[in-house]
């Protein structure tokens, strides 16, 4: 990745003769994990043909980015590992003052957007994409006030109302003509695509602490057994975030909480259209597969399980998904072989083995063939 990102430096001007790619944990401004300085003779010369020639590909770089670094021809380095072989936290490299006063933060960014950006991106400028948000309250604030509040519902609504009001007065009018839009993570910006509207729809940043309390009295009127009230929480969440699965996944739960099986899958599949992050998408298998268990259609349900334990990567989700998959197969196994000594009616003849897991293809393609969106989505 950091080569990438000093290819895509080079290439920007012949007269940058010199990229430094700092990597930080998590977000933009999180622990510095490593920095690499390159030159553009060195770089063209030495690192590019690591890529070119297939040695990047070599099995031994893998797990070892100390050699993987070696093989690199950098200026400078600041990189050290832990006893695991992993990044170690590091400083930041010291970069030139004129370096740093070049840097516009995305939320003051006029720059206008090329056309081909400005429809799918549905923005002008280049701050236009800032998700950040200067509201009084945070996300933070509103969960500690759910926290405080949790043995008594009807205070947390109360509570949580005012907090709504706060933060709704702290909105600007001027923009109450464009859309609302609360994005949980910077990636997730580029999927207003797929949100309402066309390529002349506009966004105005809402800030994470209204999606919050509208998750949270949600969830309050849930437990005071208000489900339509939830429901319109949950309802007003996804409208602000129509790129995040979240309130789908509360749609969801909710639907399943009032044993209204038929919206609960329903929700999931519209979950599934957007959900890219590798803990959400299991998760929605997961909750699909316990949907499909209920409603007595097994083998779709082992089909849920199989794909979210194999989503690509370790999940929360893995180990769970993988043991219901095994205990609805034993299930299975076990209806059978009660078949045994039934006489003429038994059927164990024809299947001497256990039944085994589908394989992944097979996964798929049954839920497809069941209308189950397959996620994430290639597009």
């Known amino acids: 990745m950091a080569a990438l990102l000093a290819n895509i430096g080079f290439a920007v001007d012949t007269g940058i003769i ?122 933070r604030d509103i969960h500690q006030i759910a926290q405080e509040n949790a043995d008594s519902p009807v205070t947390a609504v109360v509570e949580l109302g005012g907090a ?44 994470g602490a209204i999606a919050a309390v509208r998750s949270e009295l949600a969830r309050f009127d849930m437990k005071l057994g208000q489900l339509d009230d939830a429901l319109r929480e949950l309802q007003e969440l996804q409208r602000i975030s129509p790129t995040s699965v979240q309130g789908g996944i509360a749609e969801a739960m909710a ?40 409603a007595g259609e097994i083998e779709t349900a082992i089909d849920c399980y199989y794909v979210a334990s194999t989503v690509g990567v370790q999940t929360e989700y893995t180990s769970v998904a993988r043991q219901a998959m095994e205990a609805l197969l034993a299930q299975i196994g076990a209806a059978r072989d009660g078949q045994d000594g039934q006489g003429e009616g038994s059927f164990t003849a024809t299947v001497d083995a256990q039944p085994t897991a589908p394989s992944r293809e097979h996964a798929l393609g049954s839920l497809e063939a069941a209308g189950i969106p397959i996620a994430p989505r290639s597009r």
């Open 164 to 207: 709504l009001t706060t933060l709704t007065q702290e909105l600007s009018v001027s923009m109450s003509i464009r859309q609302p839009l609360y994005c949980e993570r910077e990636a997730l910006r580029l999927l207003v695509f797929e949100a309402a509207g066309d390529a002349a729809t506009r966004y105005r940043t809402v800030p």
């Open 18 to 139: 010199g990229v430094t790619v700092i990597a930080r944990a998590g977000e933009p401004d999180g622990q510095t994990l490593f920095s690499l300085g390159f030159n553009r003779v060195d770089f063209h010369f030495a690192t590019v043909n690591l890529f070119t020639d297939g040695t990047i590909d070599d099995a031994k770089f893998d797990a070892d980015p100390a050699q993987l670094l070696a093989a690199f021809d950098v200026d400078s380095a600041r990189v050290e590992f832990d006893a695991d072989g992993w990044f170690a936290p590091t400083e930041d490299p010291e970069l030139a003052e004129s370096l740093r006063e070049l840097r516009t933060p995305l939320g003051e960014d006029a720059r206008e957007l090329p056309d081909s950006l400005k429809s799918l991106l549905r923005a002008d400028r280049v701050c236009d994409l800032d998700i950040a948000d200067s509201a009084s309250l945070t996300i």
């Open 255 to 294: 639907y399943s909480m009032a044993g209204d099986t038929a919206r609960t899958v329903e929700s999931i599949r519209q979950a599934l259209m957007l959900a890219v992050v590798p803990d959400e998408v299991a998760f929605l298998y997961c909750l699909l597969g316990q949907m499909f268990t209920m």
